[in-house]
């Protein structure tokens, strides 16, 4: 099967899932979603498929959500649709190993969704970020939630509330990363790890990773519920509005708090 914002790739019992969005920055839309999604339910039951890989390109490994896809909505929009709650729980609930192949700029909902894989390996090109606050919201798929469980308060505190970006080795460094490859080994490693990894024992591999999450994830549904409702919120806001709009036109945006 074709998918227009996917590209798959079978290297023995690994399946690799390019993002394929370059005329936007491999920027995360409902499409994108619906079928990364269908990828995953299908690799599910799909016993020669024992890893999954995510990646992009290697500028890009996924440039944020689709801003032009959220720029009208209110808040109540966003509420009624639940907007990305049913995409991150099948994400997140995937029994399989996950891996993060990150090259190039993860950002917003595409940092967020590397760090809803089990795994994220990185190019000596990765750069990562929260910037959403430069557009008049906050991260709605469990950035204010993971990262700080990951990288500690403050740093997290610093990437979301300035919208900084952090280097390849400074997210190896605080634990976001588990290593960095150079852009020319970084595709042969990725392989080569997971397939390493789907040599072992099934009932193992699915143990150690639920049991894994449940010591990380203690308490995170209830965190990323809030979280969501709060990212909502802010779509009734001018500064939202604003932020959205000015993006999209390419100019500097003019927050006046309301």
Do not use: W
Request: proline share 2%; with cysteine; charged share 25%.
């Amino acid at each position: 099967m074709a998918y227009e914002t996917l590209i798959l790739e079978h290297h023995e019992t690994v399946m690799l899932i390019r993002l394929n969005r370059p005329e936007s920055l491999n920027a995360i839309n409902n499409k994108m979603l619906t079928e990364l999604c269908t990828v995953l339910k299908k690799s599910s039951n799909d016993l020669n498929v024992r890893v999954v890989i995510i990646t992009g390109s290697e500028k890009f490994f996924a440039a944020g959500a689709d801003i032009k896809e959220m720029e009208k909505k209110n808040s109540n929009e966003m509420y009624l649709e639940d907007y990305f709650t049913e995409e991150h729980n099948i994400i997140s609930s995937f029994r399989k190993p996950l891996i993060a192949g990150v090259s190039g700029y993860a950002l917003g909902g595409g940092c967020e969704l590397a760090m809803m894989c089990d795994i994220i390996f990185a190019s000596d090109t990765a750069k990562f970020g929260q910037p959403e606050i430069n557009l008049g919201v906050m991260a709605g798929i469990g950035g204010t939630q993971r990262l700080p469980k990951t990288v500690g308060k403050s740093k997290a505190m610093d990437m979301h509330l300035t919208g900084r970006y952090m280097d390849a080795q400074e997210a190896e460094r605080a634990g976001l990363v588990s290593r960095i490859f150079s852009e020319k080994e970084f595709p042969v490693k990725i392989i080569e790890i997971a397939k390493k990894i789907s040599e072992k024992s099934m009932s193992s591999i699915i143990a150690i990773k639920e049991s894994i999450n449940f010591s990380y994830e203690a308490n995170l549904a209830a965190g990323i519920n809030f979280e969501r409702r709060k990212f909502h919120s802010l779509f009734s806001t001018e500064d939202q509005k604003e932020g959205m709009s000015a993006f999209v036109e390419k100019r500097t945006p003019k927050f006046t708090d309301r």
